[in-house]
């Protein structure tokens, strides 16, 4: 199984690839997706102004948020019933800044937050609504990867 994370910081946020890279990778891993297949997820950094243009024209709030995913696939189930070897599961857009002022108001250190927007945003590409089976498994993921 392979994961690649293409990410396209657009603003000039200090995060690393990597760290990124291997957040995906670990939520995606502990999801059971099928060992003989490669996925992958593109990233991208943006500002607030147009997180919040996209936010408006896909969700109807005018407003900037943290992350905002849109999958390839409906659900987790589909995505192992994929029949190609190459899957790309979808993108996650956030917002640097907005993470940031969400880390100080929740009082954790910045990766902290990123980890859980990105496992939030990791869920969503595999089909998860919010609701307690997701929160729930999101927890379980972030405390996994301590």
Request: net charge positive; hydrophobic share 40%.
């Amino acid at each position: 199984m392979a994961f690649q994370v293409e990410i396209n910081n657009q603003t000039k946020s200090p995060v690393r690839d990597d760290f990124l890279a291997a957040i995906v990778k670990k939520a995606l891993l502990k999801c059971g997706l099928k060992r003989n297949k490669n996925y992958s997820v593109s990233l991208a950094f943006i500002s607030a102004g147009d997180i919040q243009k996209i936010n408006i024209k896909y969700r109807k709030i005018n407003q900037p948020t943290d992350i905002l995913s849109f999958s390839e696939y409906p659900s987790l189930k589909i995505v192992k019933q994929a029949g190609e070897k190459n899957i790309f599961l979808g993108e996650l857009i956030l917002c640097y800044d907005y993470i940031r002022n969400s880390a100080k108001i929740n009082h954790r250190i910045i990766q902290q937050e990123l980890k859980e927007v990105v496992v939030h945003g990791v869920l969503h590409l595999l089909g998860y609504q919010h609701g307690k089976q997701m929160f729930d498994l999101q927890r379980e993921l972030i405390n996994s990867s301590k």
